[in-house]
């Protein structure tokens, strides 16, 4: 049976100009998914949080001539804002950097080698080391790449595109913790 297969395109900045590359994505190991799912419900708590500060915002608007009640609702806002804070730590952009370098390594077109002669034993070292190398000068393998040419929403679309490729767009392989 063949994978299903999807291809994403990722929109990035690289010196001034927009470019843009396409992978193909047909795997999708299962550590991804925990790990796609432990990000995802970061993201889902943070833009409840969001949504909350802004409606508890709008209701300040609405009371301005009540103090004592703003001064509750600007607590509450200080109280979401550093919860919000705890979520953008290193280690959460540390996960969804791993997801994208797992998503990646695990989908590169890597030759075939049906019948292993003694030429497959002595060139084995060489291709080792031929893909370190390429893997080593991959922009796309390091982090400092997607932290300062891709946009954050290009991000999240690439990961979840790629989590959710054998599903129905109607379902998720991971939906928001309830």
Not at 45 to 59: A, F, H, M, R, Y
């Amino acid at each position: 049976m063949e994978r299903k297969k999807v291809e994403i395109s990722l929109t990035y900045r690289e010196r001034g100009q927009d470019k843009t590359q396409v992978f193909v994505i047909d795997f999708i190991p299962n550590i991804v998914r925990k790990l796609y799912e432990e990000v995802y419900n970061t993201i889902t708590d943070v833009q409840t949080k969001w949504n909350e500060i802004q409606t508890l915002s709008q209701k300040a608007i609405l009371i301005k001539d009540n103090p004592a009640e703003i001064d509750k609702i600007s607590e509450k806002i200080k109280q979401l804002s550093k919860e919000i804070k705890k979520c953008g730590n290193d280690e959460f952009f540390e996960k969804r950097f791993e997801i994208i370098k797992m998503i990646i390594q695990k989908n590169v077109i890597r030759p075939q080698i049906i019948n292993k002669s003694i030429a497959y034993y002595i060139a084995l070292p060489l291709t080792w080391l031929t893909s370190k190398l390429r893997e080593h000068n991959n922009k796309f393998l390091k982090r400092e790449f997607w932290d300062e040419c891709v946009d954050a929403h290009d991000i999240i679309r690439f990961i979840d595109e790629a989590v959710n490729k054998d599903f129905d767009s109607k379902k998720k392989a991971v939906s928001p913790k309830k």
